[in-house]
């Protein structure tokens, strides 16, 4: 190992590099059902927790607001959502034409993304690798910035 790595600073490439190359892979594959990564994420989310406000949604991804805003906006536009007017809040949910894209959509995502381990790592590695994934994930919440 080199002076201008530790295996902390390895691993972490390694996962931003995994995670990237994922990502763009992800999106290539759910341009066949018409959606982004980020979309599937969204239409997904909704469909576990409807009907959901905004601010509910926002809380479990990974996106702005301002960019969950757009978002909502132009899968409300293709006719994936709905959003009605509740008491104080407008309500999310999806519609018929969303449920059916991810009729087809969820299931095959799920073998896409499990073939990565499936293929690569056994049974016990992939719970050893998702605990220790998870670990730092929980570490991750409570980390502070180190201070200048």
Known sequence: MSDYHTLGSLIWLRLVRFTNRSHHMTNEFLK????TTAQFDVLVQIR?????NQLEL???LTVTEGGISRMLVRLEKDGYIE???GWKTKMIS?????EAVLAEAFP?????QTSFFDETLTEEEQKTLYELVTRLQKH???K???RE
Not at 32 to 35: K, M, T
Not at 48 to 52: A, H, N, Y
Not at 108 to 112: C, E, G, H, R, T
Request: charged letters at 15%; aromatic letters at 10%.
């Open 140 to 142: 991750s919440l409570n």
């Open 94 to 98: 999806l519609t018929p034409q969303a």
């Open 108 to 112: 095959a995502q799920l073998a896409f």
């Open 48 to 52: 576990t927790f409807q009907p959901l």
């Open 32 to 35: 066949r059902f018409g959606l």
């Open 144 to 146: 502070s910035l180190p």
């Open 83 to 85: 959003r009605k007017q």
């Open 58 to 60: 926002a809380s479990k």
